[in-house]
């Protein structure tokens, strides 16, 4: 079965990024290289701070766009509930 992954990252001045991925640590490591999105390059947006896994396509699709559609606040209470220091999450994933 494959496992689809909703997420959102953060700058470090809080600046946020909602997306959907089948590979979570190929697609941050993307946003870290500044490959990830012209956004999160722009912006320097690339510390994982949250991520919830899925079954299926089209349920971590929807969700995606359901968080997309919320404001701020509600996107940092969700990431709050599960990750409250922001610490990126994938900051032991990878060598060097």
Do not use: C, Q
Request: net charge positive; charged share 35%; no cysteine.
């Amino acid at each position: 079965m494959k496992t689809y992954y909703v997420y959102i990252l953060s700058s470090t001045l809080g600046t946020l990024y909602v997306g959907v991925t089948n590979d979570i640590i190929r697609r941050v490591y993307e946003h870290k290289k500044g490959d990830g999105s012209r956004f999160t390059a722009k912006y320097k947006v690339h510390r994982l701070v949250y991520f919830e896994e899925h079954n299926e396509i089209m349920s971590a699709l929807n969700r995606e766009k359901e968080i997309k559609k919320w404001r701020r606040s509600k996107k940092r209470k969700l990431t709050i509930s599960t990750n409250p220091r922001w610490d990126d999450l994938s900051d032991d994933w990878y060598v060097g």
